[in-house]
């Protein structure tokens, strides 16, 4: 959304440098028929330069060699990528006439938002399922049949996804009482996916599943008494963060509970001291910002320097086009927080009660509008696969 990756992503997509052209270029000097057999500094090279491409560029060139092939196919490859992508994908929040739709998040300030200009689609067994985040370019689905819960991880990139083992969900506890959470355990290499299937009291039942088994594990010592303000975690360093209301005497107080994915254990990190939360209950968003917890509350937006250190609060900027709220609009909602500090909004107009998402540059402090489609969750173009 930035003028260097629009200008990066013009320059990768410019009629000079075509698949057929890049392949010449990168395979003149030197013949590729087996990773063994490339100098390191051509490897170097050419992987430098392949890193930098969109995904629908990098699987159309696996087929130029074994060697490109095996080079893009590699892991740590989609590692690196995942580092530089600076595309991003938009979704709607539930599926239409079972199917869900991946969009460009640049196609909806421009072109309307149609079947025809989506990237990618999936379809699902029902009309039912919900995006309810993503991680690394992956999207987490869920929908709820019969008293079970069906998960899938989809990367609408590469085209593929994975249907998790199904959970149980008791009858007593609603829909917005659920949280979810997707992220990466360093310690175990694997990816995880965390459920809570109640949590407001002593018969709270929280489950966590990795990547590459069939099954569930319970998490024992998740604290209870929570009521979720934010379904969705939020993935730092190897943990995942939720915004909760935590009962203390009879009295809520707003904070964040964190889960260390490798020991699978819990703790409270409290918000800045600054931040008054019983005022503004429906004005903050917890995301992530280059790796840390990133707080918008109000107009302004905090960052958590050192995860877990309360006193490592910072606040970054104000918003000011947010400092209208509440006389101009209903209710403004975060939906993205992107790696340069720009901001996704969505935002209910008072009155009129029409929808509108607007793109913020923090660093020029312009704004991009646009009429809402209903757009509820983006994620970064990536080559990480679901199936791994």
Not at 8 to 27: G, I, M
Not at 344 to 370: A, M, P, Q, W
Request: with cysteine; net charge neutral.
């Amino acid at each position: 959304m930035d003028s260097e990756g629009n200008h990066q992503r013009d320059t990768v997509s410019s009629p000079s440098l075509t698949d057929e052209t890049l392949a010449k270029t990168l395979t003149s000097s030197c013949s590729l028929h087996a990773p063994p057999q490339l100098p390191t500094v051509t490897l170097d090279l050419i992987s430098e330069i392949l890193t930098r491409l969109p995904v629908k560029h990098l699987l159309q060139l696996k087929s130029v060699s074994k060697s490109w092939n095996y080079l893009i196919s590699d892991p740590k490859f989609a590692i690196k990528h995942l580092r530089l992508s600076n595309t991003y994908l938009v979704h709607p929040n539930r599926s239409s006439n079972n199917v869900l739709q991946s969009y460009l998040l640049d196609s909806i300030f421009t072109d309307d938002v149609t079947t025809n200009s989506s990237i990618a689609q999936l379809e699902l067994p029902s009309n039912q399922f919900s995006c309810v985040g993503s991680f690394n370019g992956i999207l987490l689905l869920v929908s709820e049949h019969g008293g079970f819960l069906n998960l899938r991880l989809w990367n609408p990139s590469i085209r593929k996804f994975k249907e998790l083992p199904s959970l149980e969900k008791k009858q007593n506890v609603l829909r917005h009482e659920l949280i979810y959470g997707f992220g990466y355990d360093v310690t175990a290499n694997a990816y995880k996916v965390v459920v809570g299937l109640h949590v407001r009291d002593t018969n709270h039942e929280v489950k966590v599943h990795a990547l590459g088994t069939n099954s569930w594990k319970t998490i024992p010592k998740f604290p209870f008494g929570c009521v979720p303000l934010q379904f969705l975690g939020k993935s730092v360093s190897g943990t995942i963060n939720w915004l909760v209301a935590r009962q203390y005497d009879n009295k809520f107080q707003d904070c964040i509970v964190s889960l260390d994915l490798g020991s699978e254990s819990c703790k409270e990190v409290l918000l800045p001291k600054e931040v008054d939360t019983s005022t503004l209950r429906l004005r903050w968003y917890l995301g992530v910002l280059r790796d840390c917890l990133c707080l918008v509350f109000g107009h302004d937006v905090w960052i958590m320097k050192e995860h877990g250190n309360n006193d490592s609060w910072a606040k970054l900027y104000s918003v000011s086009f947010m400092r209208d709220f509440p006389s101009s609009f209903a209710t403004i909602e975060v939906l993205h927080i992107f790696k340069d500090g720009c901001l996704l909004l969505d935002c209910i107009y008072e009155g009129e009660r029409t929808r509108k998402l607007v793109f913020h540059n923090s660093r020029n402090g312009t704004f991009k509008f646009s009429e809402s489609k209903i757009m509820r969750d983006v994620c970064v173009e990536s080559l990480i696969s679901p199936c791994s």
